[in-house]
């Protein structure tokens, strides 16, 4: 039995599972003490691999960060912090200050330049995929150090978009 608390943007979830990615295929989960019922696609996926999930019959289209700094899901970033509140030490922030692509696209629009001041999940570009524009969020709160990207650029899930000091 695993017992986390998982922080998205600044709703935070209590969640209860005994489930191990070994197992894939159907878990019933608690959320907020309420049971939640689960699909996780194939046996043994990695995080990366996993872009969607069934919840009560109904399909989540999402992807996670392998750091799980953030989860991207209905064409919006989420700050994603997770704890265990089973773990006796509590897992540092990696203090990775890059905005990396969360999707392949192409850069359509970039909202800030070098020096501009931001806050964790503010709007800093916009990728276009699949014919959809979708806004990619500032992952640190800081001033933006690097801009990698041109307007009209296409990009690479992960690739480094942003830096933030």
């Given at each position: 039995?695993?017992?986390?608390?998982?922080?998205?943007?600044d709703?935070?979830?209590y969640?209860?599972?005994?489930?191990?990615?070994?197992?894939?295929?159907?878990?019933v989960v608690?959320?907020?003490?309420e049971?939640?019922?689960?699909?996780?696609?194939?046996k043994?996926?990695?995080l990366?691999?996993?872009?969607?999930?069934?919840?009560?019959?109904?399909?989540?289209?999402l992807?996670?960060?392998?750091?799980?700094?953030?989860?991207?899901h209905h064409?919006?970033?989420?700050p994603l912090?997770?704890?265990?509140?089973?773990?006796?030490?509590a897992?540092?922030p990696?203090?990775?200050?890059?905005?990396?692509?969360p999707i392949p696209?192409l850069?359509?629009r970039?909202?800030?330049?070098?020096?501009?001041?931001v806050?964790?999940?503010?709007?800093?570009?916009?990728l276009?995929a699949?014919?959809?524009?979708?806004?990619?969020?500032?992952?640190?709160?800081?001033?933006i150090d690097?801009?990698?990207?041109?307007?009209?650029?296409?990009?690479?899930?992960?690739?480094v978009?942003?830096?933030?000091?």
């Amino acid at each position: 039995m695993s017992r986390l608390a998982v922080t998205l943007g600044d709703r935070t979830f209590y969640i209860e599972l005994n489930w191990t990615p070994q197992q894939g295929g159907n878990v019933v989960v608690e959320v907020d003490g309420e049971p939640v019922e689960v699909m996780v696609p194939g046996k043994d996926p990695d995080l990366e691999e996993i872009t969607w999930l069934l919840t009560d019959n109904q399909p989540l289209e999402l992807v996670v960060d392998p750091d799980l700094a953030w989860l991207w899901h209905h064409d919006q970033m989420f700050p994603l912090h997770v704890r265990d509140l089973d773990a006796q030490v509590a897992r540092p922030p990696s203090g990775d200050t890059r905005v990396k692509a969360p999707i392949p696209g192409l850069v359509a629009r970039i909202l800030v330049e070098p020096g501009h001041q931001v806050e964790v999940g503010d709007s800093v570009l916009v990728l276009e995929a699949m014919k959809m524009e979708n806004e990619v969020s500032a992952t640190a709160t800081g001033v933006i150090d690097k801009i990698h990207v041109t307007p009209g650029q296409t990009v690479m899930r992960n690739d480094v978009l942003i830096e933030i000091s």
